[in-house]
């Protein structure tokens, strides 16, 4: 519709077609979302069963690096046309990013827990005796 020269959007909020074919809550959101959660908690897990504490201590800030670095990954692969797809989404990149806070918060809040470390300070003491 055109008004004075001026384009007005037949529907609020929405500028051209890219929002029609790219909504928010779009199955592939979900993937996305599924897949940053699963693979921080998967490299985070792989990240506390190595020997260096260093690495054991940072298992959460490496679990979440590893999984946006697969996020941008796909994203970058979408951008040059690797998949089929609409091409590279900045709400798919919110999607994972939103999976892999969700992830940290759930390591978080398990790491912390009373029985987490009881198992971690057993059999690692030195006995005196």
Known sequence: MQTAG?????????????????????????????????LTIF??????????PFLRRHSIGLGSIGSLLAGAAKEAADALGYFRSAGASLKDVVADVIGVLVACLVLTVFSCSPRADLEIGQGRGISLV
Not at 9 to 29: I, Q, Y
Not at 43 to 52: E, G, H, Q, V
Request: charged share 20%.
């Open 6 to 38: 001026f384009r007005v959007p037949v529907c609020p909020g929405v500028s051209n077609g890219t929002e029609r074919r790219d909504p928010w809550l779009a199955p592939d959101k979900v993937y996305h979302f599924l897949f940053c959660f699963s």
């Open 43 to 52: 490299f985070s897990t792989l990240a506390t069963l190595i020997r260096y």
